[in-house]
């Protein structure tokens, strides 16, 4: 399984941006995919995830301001994110679980999923003024 992230790039404070990635390869068994995030100087962090029956979970800080969706015909996820703030910077990384988890474990344990699923490159977003 393979992902790639596109979709980043600078905003200012209050802007708007979404994230795309697209899942290729042995997909079948791909049942939870989601967006972790890493800041500056900081640990990674869970940003949301959505499994095959759309189910969503949402870390703290995208919590009604970031949606997490999925187009299963075109094998892509997306994160639309509103009201960036400058905390918002960050490396995004999107991850496409290759073994079945929990989907929720994408959010709440970032840094113990890391043999379960396959990542991407990455994909910068800058908020600043």
């Known amino acids: 399984v393979q992902v790639a992230e596109s979709g980043g790039g600078s905003v200012q404070p209050g802007g708007s941006l979404t994230l795309s990635c697209v899942v290729s390869?042995?997909?079948?068994?791909?049942?939870?995919m989601g967006w972790l995030r890493q800041r500056p100087g900081q640990e990674r962090e869970g940003v949301a995830s959505?499994?095959?029956?759309?189910?969503?979970t949402y870390g703290n800080s995208a919590e009604g301001r970031f949606t997490i969706s999925q187009d299963n015909a075109k094998k892509t996820i997306y994160l639309q994110m509103n009201n960036l703030n400058t905390e918002d910077t960050a490396m995004y990384y999107c991850?496409?679980?290759?073994?079945?988890?929990?989907?929720?474990?994408?959010?709440?344990?970032?840094?113990?999923?890391?043999?379960?699923?396959?990542w991407g490159q990455g994909t910068h977003v800058d908020v600043s003024s």
């Open positions: 959505i499994d095959s029956h759309d189910l969503t």
């Open positions: 390869g042995e997909t079948s068994s791909t049942t939870c």
């Open positions: 991850v496409a679980a290759v073994r079945r988890i929990p989907c929720a474990w994408v959010v709440a344990s970032p840094n113990g999923i890391a043999e379960f699923v396959s």
